[in-house]
């Protein structure tokens, strides 16, 4: 089993690949980027999962809060037990902790959570594989379970081209009413969203995708070229089994 390369098949930089979608080439054809590179957040790009950092440090900040989550640590028990799935733990979270608060609230926490995340919170090796890709001419896309308001910006200031997640409800006065707007972005659910990107935007690229999850398997089988990073046991013995790709970020 091969541990991942510094540069992957097909995403070497320095050819016309470089070029702006759209830009002309030599015989007068727009040219479009060679490969999409798709990327995971927790525990991928990031050391650790940013959702429950997330609501841990708006908690901090708002301790009147506190006794909303309370109820949490059953809720925890009972989706490990197998009563209830990621999507009703998620919007559990999001409700007891979250729910009323205004979106500018919201986006002044995110501003110092990001600003965090950056300084000391990313893999190593996803930097890397991040400018690598950029240099390539690739289009980059963060595929991710995370909620919007904090994954968004944080793909902005990553620069990626667009990205893919779990959408947060608000109610006409612009608050959070702690469910989702749509589907949570989170195993089939994610590659359908995939699927859904590529149809509209992105048809016949080869897909290049990177995570560290076993819960990320059904995009991985998808990808042309899937790579384990830093991978849960399960995935681990996967992609052993199956030759996929593992990679060391940690470095």
């Known amino acids: 089993m091969a541990e ?39 525990g991928t790009i990031t ?19 506190l006794l909303r989550a309370a ?60 400018e690598r890709h950029r240099a390539a001419g690739h289009r980059l896309v963060l595929v991710t379970a995370s909620l919007d308001f904090y994954a968004e910006p944080l793909s902005r200031r990553l620069g990626f081209d667009a990205v893919l997640c779990t959408r947060a409800a608000y109610d006409v006065d612009g608050r959070l009413t702690g469910a989702l707007d749509g589907d949570n972005c989170y195993g089939e659910c994610k590659l359908r969203q995939v699927e859904r990107y590529l149809a509209e935007d992105a048809a ?20 042309t070229e899937p790579v384990a990073v830093n991978p849960s046991r399960r995935l681990r013995r996967v992609a052993l089994s199956q030759g996929i790709t593992i990679a060391d970020w940690n470095r």
């Open 204 to 223: 016949g690229l080869p897909v290049i995708c990177y995570s560290d999850h076993h819960a990320d398997l059904p995009l991985l089988r998808f990808a």
């Open 71 to 130: 109820p949490l640590p059953v809720a925890v028990l009972r989706h490990l037990a197998g009563q209830r799935d990621n999507a009703w733990l998620k919007t559990t979270f999001l409700r007891a902790i979250l729910s009323g608060v205004p979106r500018r609230a919201l986006e002044a926490w995110t501003e110092i959570f990001l600003d965090r995340v950056l300084a000391k919170g990313l893999r190593p090796g996803a930097r890397k594989a991040i």
């Open 47 to 65: 050391r650790r999962d940013t959702y429950l950092a997330y609501l841990l440090g708006f908690l901090v900040r708002h301790p009147t809060r």
């Open 4 to 42: 991942a390369r510094a540069e992957l098949p097909g995403w070497q930089g320095g050819s016309s690949v470089g070029r702006d979608r759209g830009a002309p080439s030599g015989h007068g054809q727009a040219t479009t980027p060679p490969a999409l590179a798709l990327f995971d957040l927790d």
